[in-house]
């Protein structure tokens, strides 16, 4: 017998709008690049923080030659935690204009100056390419971009998670106990939907302190309000319908009717709501680091990003404030088109 539940119903119909399809591949790509960014980037350092100053604001595709000698005290990283937040190098990198090699030796000429040095012992060229370009404290800005996917993808995560354990709960205490619990619920939800959700995250980041984990609390505390609404009216909805009377004549518990027998009927729009909340988390994550209460220097953050170098838009080093712009336009734009494709699959109209 054909397997036609709503679930599998909803995936074949997803699969046939290819914007949505696209936007989900595209995501899982993201997410892929996100959880391995320290292999993938040029830059495998913790928070991809190598600095050379005199390499700032080149431009993309610069190639760069690199002297690299081997460093005195190297401090031995497991190879898991190395594999996920990266090692410091284990040489020190001197970019360098041009090289001759000498009998004892090397003589070479730092990157922008005249003065040649030489250096005896065990050394390595290597040529670099910067794909991107580097900031304006010259790091590898590729190498930044795919941290800072790692940043936005973790606050959507952790703050959606967040707010589907709070909004679900009250939700459905309140669809289907009804009455006092449900006017005091709804009360609550009123007030909290009244404040502007940017001041209630910078009032909630201010009084946890500064910091990545602390973006993670003030945005899913903000955002478990419309998921409640959203849940309340479907479980006020199911709750007359035969299956739920049956549950209750035969004496269940409310709270087995309510986790075993409703909720399951109400996880297809909360899936929707929570791709636009992943959307908005990632938006309100870039805002707070712009503003500087995100996540804090030298962690890489696309709004952190904008906010370095957005003087440089009048300028011809637009590109550096415009890159972390179009990330963050790309990965929250999959997010809606994803979530328009899961409201027209999860339509039983349709």
Request: with cysteine; charged share 15%.
């Amino acid at each position: 017998m054909e397997n036609t539940s709503l679930n599998i119903l909803a995936w074949q119909r997803l699969k046939q709008n290819k914007l949505s399809l696209s936007s989900l591949i595209f995501i899982v790509i993201c997410i892929f690049m996100g959880v391995f960014s320290v292999v993938l980037s040029p830059d495998s350092s913790p928070m991809a923080n190598e600095m050379h100053i005199e390499l700032a604001t080149k431009k993309p595709l610069t190639k760069i030659i690199f002297l690299e000698t081997p460093k005195q005290e190297i401090n031995e990283i497991p190879f898991f935690k190395a594999l996920f937040f990266g090692q410091p190098l284990k040489v020190k990198r001197i970019p360098i204009e041009k090289y001759i090699i000498i009998e004892r030796g090397l003589s070479y000429f730092p990157f922008q100056s005249e003065l040649a040095k030489t250096y005896s012992g065990d050394y390595k060229i290597t040529t670099q390419t910067f794909w991107l370009g580097t900031d304006k404290y010259g790091r590898d800005l590729l190498s930044r971009i795919l941290y800072g996917m790692r940043i936005s993808l973790s606050v959507g995560f952790i703050a959606v998670f967040i707010s589907l354990i709070i909004g679900i709960t009250l939700g459905l205490i309140a669809g289907y106990f009804r009455g006092r619990t449900d006017d005091i619920i709804m009360w609550f939800v009123n007030v909290m939907w009244s404040i502007p959700t940017l001041l209630m995250v910078i009032a909630i980041t201010l009084a946890l302190g500064k910091g990545f984990w602390q973006v993670f609390v003030a945005v899913g505390l903000t955002m478990w309000v419309e998921v409640a609404r959203i849940v309340r009216g479907q479980v006020l909805a199911i709750r007359e319908l035969e299956y739920v009377e049956a549950g209750k004549a035969l004496a269940y518990k409310p709270f087995r009717i309510i986790f075993k027998h409703i909720l399951p009927n109400v996880i297809g729009p909360v899936i929707v709501i929570s791709a636009a909340n992943f959307a908005a988390a990632i938006l309100i994550e870039a805002g707070l680091s712009f503003l500087g209460i995100g996540a804090q220097p030298p962690m890489p953050s696309w709004g952190g990003m904008i906010k370095d170098h957005y003087a440089y838009i009048i300028m011809d080093k637009a590109y550096l404030a415009i890159i972390p712009g179009l990330a963050i336009m790309s990965l929250v734009l999959a997010f809606m088109l994803l979530g328009n494709g899961l409201r027209d699959a999860f339509d039983v109209k349709n």
